[in-house]
């Protein structure tokens, strides 16, 4: 069965600390990999993606993921967080050159401190 | 460009009771997913439509149901509304050729009593 997994439900850390993110999948076949956020009050939003090239994907704010093939995984990291960036991470797939449902994780609450 | 828009934004119903939630997808976006995220969980497909037709489904029961108009805008209707389908209800648009990142709108967070 499809699904996706993320290692942390809840984070939390102080302001200027290192953030990395787990997130490994099950999906035969080739995916696109997503994360998205979603700030307090607000909708989810797409921070980076992932469709096929370099494994090292740049997104907004500062954040980065690395897609590992041969581990099924797609980390999320920034090497210093903010306050503002509190908010639920979810990691999703979906299947590549198909249909486009997306697959979530349960999501991870990250909270950072000032 | 204006982005994914819903309606209501909340909205409280009783247990067997019926429920139509609207959406309209970012300009240009001809393709309508829809998921249920319930409290404390990733989003849930419910299913997509393309074309004004229901293209793929998740496992989700009859009583979930949806339309697509041709100015690309879609409803989501749940029948017989259970305690259990309380939960923020969002609508995805994309593009159908090549559009294989969807964009959220705000959701409708349903409240079932």
């Known amino acids: 069965a499809q699904s996706v997994s993320q290692h942390n439900h809840h984070v939390i850390l102080s302001e200027a600390a290192s953030l990395e993110l787990g997130c490994n999948y099950s999906?035969?076949?080739?995916?696109?990999l997503f994360w998205y956020v979603q700030y307090p009050g607000q909708h989810l939003q797409l921070l980076l993606k992932y469709f096929s090239g370099d494994p090292l994907v740049k997104g907004i704010k500062g954040f980065e993921a690395e897609f590992i093939k041969s581990k099924f995984s797609f980390n999320l990291r920034k090497p210093s967080v903010q306050w503002s960036d509190t908010a639920e991470y979810f990691c999703a797939v979906n299947r590549a050159g198909g249909y486009n449902k997306l697959i979530f994780g349960a999501g991870t609450r990250l909270a950072v401190h000032p | 460009d204006a982005g994914v828009t819903q309606s209501p934004t909340h909205l409280i119903k009783t247990r067997g009771q019926q429920v139509t939630l609207r959406c309209s997808p970012k300009s240009g976006h001809d393709t309508v997913s829809w998921y249920q995220q319930a409290l404390g969980q990733g989003p849930q497909f419910i299913f997509q439509y393309y074309e004004e037709e229901e293209r793929q489904r998740g496992n989700f029961p009859d009583r979930f149901s949806g339309h697509q108009f041709p100015n690309y805008s879609s409803e989501l209707n749940v029948n017989a509304l259970l305690l259990g389908d309380s939960a923020l209800y969002l609508c995805a648009s994309s593009l159908a050729s090549g559009g294989e990142t969807q964009y959220f709108g705000p959701g409708t967070r349903l409240l079932v009593l």
């Open positions: 999906y035969g076949g080739t995916v696109n």
